[in-house]
């Protein structure tokens, strides 16, 4: 898929609800975690599930926790080909194949002839492209893990959503503003820095200060010595993630 954007005319979601279905971190009591991410976008003209995480089962169980219906869901957007963020997707197809899948281009042959085994909908993302109104992915970026992150228009400004941001988090970030023009409400998912030092650390959150990232949920990835950095330098602009966790407009404002 290489579709450019249509000029954007809407005014921005509304009422953007996101739920943190599977993450490493925990955060809500009774809902699981483990290592990987998933997250429920509603409030979008379609119902996306981005990422499934490592384990099905577990993905559903959490599903079931938090009364998401598997067969509300319109689309699947899968950001890489690791299995922590892919694992769960073929025991969520089983409970609805109806879906379109969204996937970098650069997925092996293989993993996309299983997704077909399901009868579901595949669309290879190559470079940015609309997926509904107001939602977007930045298209496949990076050089060794092509990896694609999620940009959701709201009222207030984008919201960008990453798996592990193997690309760079403030290479997206910078890629989805670049792309988009508007501000940056929030910045949510894995940023990918557990190893890295405190200092490049803080020049990440420099350069988010300097881009104008409002908030911040740093998760799955980031690694907590990162997250408490986030939280210093954020303030009350900084957003707990983990397995549980529901991000509501309310909160950003
Ligand atoms: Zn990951
Ligand atoms: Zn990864």
């Known amino acids: 898929m290489n579709e450019q954007a249509e000029p954007i005319s809407t005014p921005g979601v509304n009422d953007l609800t996101i739920t943190v279905v599977y993450d490493n971190n925990p955060y809500k009591e009774g809902i699981e975690t483990a ?3 998933s997250c429920l976008i509603t409030g979008t003209e ?12 577990l993905l559903l169980n959490n599903m079931k926790k938090l009364a998401i219906e598997p067969n509300t869901i319109d689309i699947v957007i899968l950001s890489h080909i690791h299995g922590d963020h892919t694992g769960g997707l073929n025991s969520f197809l ?5 879906v379109t899948v969204y996937l970098p281009e650069s997925f092996p042959q293989k993993f996309k002839d299983d997704v077909k085994v399901h009868r579901a909908k595949i669309m290879d993302v190559n470079q940015y492209s609309k997926i509904c109104e107001d939602v977007y992915s930045t298209g496949q970026l990076g050089v060794w893990i092509k990896e694609q992150s999620l940009i959701i228009r709201t009222k207030k ?9 193997h690309p760079g988090i403030v290479k997206i970030v910078d890629v989805a503003k670049d792309i988009m023009k ?7 998912g894995g940023f990918h820095l557990e190893w890295v030092t405190k200092g490049k650390i803080e020049r990440i959150i420099s350069a988010f200060k300097q881009m104008g990232v409002r908030y911040v949920g740093p998760s799955h990835c980031t690694g907590e010595k990162a997250r408490a950095l986030f939280e210093k330098r954020f303030g009350s602009n900084y957003i707990k993630v983990g397995a549980g966790k529901v991000v509501t407009m309310e909160e950003l404002s």
Do not use: R, S
């Open 157 to 165: 400004g984008l919201v960008i959503i990453t798996g592990c941001a």
């Open 46 to 57: 379609k119902t996306i599930l981005f990422d499934t995480g490592g384990d099905g089962q």
């Open 94 to 98: 089983q409970k609805n194949p109806d």
């Open 35 to 37: 290592w990987g991410f």
């Open 182 to 188: 508007d501000d940056i409400l929030l910045v949510m």
